[in-house]
């Protein structure tokens, strides 16, 4: 190999590991220097060096950890199983999960807003109309006893309207909607017949006077507690026999109290007849699943 010097470059005493052979050149890539950050920014870190984070100061987020956007305030990953078990927002009843529940809600809100702002005339002909009395169901049954379940008693905010959307939807998610709209069609009719037909004989009887047999009777209540009954069976037995204890001495206490003694009877009436559909529930039980609650 023949090496070359440039005569300039030894003359003014170029060392000879500067020399190098003819026709090789090195190459050299000019790499930018970084560009400071600006002033009040931390510069911005790759989340794939670790070391690159422990020096800005920063601590990786733990395996299961969420970090909120806003605040930039982490979550353990406890919490967030923990949020994932108990799923609060399956308490409420929703189109693709729970559609019959979701749709006899939107049914009742309608007719409560309607009692609540039509006028009070039309309101109380409707109510009558859809009364489950002796009279009417001497005539026309089917008609009444729909009709008399799209009314809540109390209006939008009573007792019976919060249980009907807590409880209908966590038994629909067990055992789908048929047959939740089974169960409550069954504690409705059957705690009706129960209370209206008795009333009925004692005025034949000569008992009650003729007037009992337009009773105002309506609502959702004796539906609401045949599924309460019916939910119980499916809990364990600690909630189970805690939710029969709790509303079974509310209905207990109504019926002491003997404000509406027929109503009261017809609610523990109700709450039996779900008792009793604990071996058919327990059956129709969804296997564990995405619908399943």
Do not use: K, N
């Amino acid at each position: 190999m023949t090496v070359e010097a440039d005569e300039a470059g030894v003359s003014s005493g170029t060392p000879p590991e500067a020399l190098r052979p003819v026709g090789e050149r090195e190459s050299y890539q000019l790499r930018p220097e970084p560009s400071p950050a600006p002033p009040g920014r931390s510069p911005q870190l790759l989340d794939a060096i670790p070391a690159q984070a422990a020096a800005a100061g920063a601590v990786p987020a733990a395996a299961g950890e969420r970090t909120s956007p806003e605040t930039g305030e982490r979550t353990s990953p406890e919490a967030v199983s923990l949020l994932r078990r108990m799923r609060p927002w399956r308490l409420l009843p929703t189109p693709a999960g729970t559609p019959f529940t979701f749709t006899y809600a939107a049914v009742l809100v309608g007719t409560s807003l309607f009692a609540l702002f039509a006028d009070p005339g039309v309101v109380a002909s409707a109510l009558r109309g859809s009364s489950t009395d002796v009279a009417h169901l001497a005539h026309t049954p089917v008609f009444v006893l729909v009709a008399s379940a799209l009314w809540i008693a109390g209006g939008i905010t009573s007792p019976f309207a919060i249980c009907f959307l807590v409880v209908l939807t966590a038994l629909e998610r067990r055992i789908g909607g048929r047959r939740t709209a089974g169960v409550f069609v069954l504690g409705h009719i059957v705690a009706t017949l129960a209370t209206e037909v008795p009333v009925g004989l004692s005025v034949m009887a000569g008992h009650l006077p003729e007037s009992s047999l337009h009773r105002l009777d309506y609502g959702i209540s004796f539906g609401v507690a045949a599924s309460i009954g019916a939910l119980a069976g499916l809990l364990t037995p600690w909630p189970r026999w805690t939710v029969l204890a709790v509303f079974g001495g509310i209905l207990v206490e109504d019926l002491i109290e003997f404000t509406d003694p027929m109503t009261s009877w017809g609610h523990l009436m109700a709450l039996a007849i779900g008792v009793g559909t604990w071996p058919l529930v327990r059956r129709w039980r969804r296997a564990p699943g995405p619908s399943a609650a």
